[in-house]
Nanobody
Framework: QVQLVESGGGLVQAGGSLRLSCAVSGRAFSSYAMGWFRQTPGKEREFVAAISWSGGSTYYADSVKGRFTITRDNAKNTVDLRMNSLKPDNTAVYYC??????????????????????WGQGTQVIVSS
């Protein structure tokens, strides 16, 4: 079973930047894709970004494209989300995600095939106007 622990959230002014990090343990990290999602009260969790097992392919929600960057370090078992030019509507709890065991998630530059099923506890991001 995989364990995911997010960090790096906080309060930032609009236009500012934050870097979220997710520490992963419990499974061979370099063998599966990873993702970031976010959720606000009363809304469903929504996709933000994903990265392939090698880091060679990334895919972003249209709303964050050009501002957010997902990266991974397979030697350190971490996946990061760099968020620039933050807006108040980026305020949310951000979750790191991994596929469930025996579930394949494929990330290409044109999309994501498969579903993430393992989640961290989330980290709160608040962007003030």
């Amino acid at each position: 079973q995989v364990q995911l622990v997010e960090s790096g959230g906080g309060l930032v002014q609009a236009g500012g930047s934050l870097r979220l990090s997710c520490a992963v343990s419990g499974r061979a990290f370099s063998s599966y894709a990873m993702g970031w999602f976010r959720q606000t009260p009363g809304k469903e969790r929504e996709f933000v970004a994903a990265i392939s097992w090698s880091g060679g392919s990334t895919y972003y929600a249209d709303s964050v494209k050009g501002r957010f960057t997902i990266t991974r370090d397979n030697a350190k078992n971490t996946v990061d989300l760099r968020m620039n030019s933050l807006k108040p509507d980026n305020t949310a709890v951000y979750y790191c995600a991994a596929p469930n065991l025996h579930t394949l998630v494929v990330v290409t530059t044109t999309g994501v095939v498969g579903a993430f099923g393992s989640w961290g506890q989330g980290t709160q991001v608040i962007v003030s106007s």
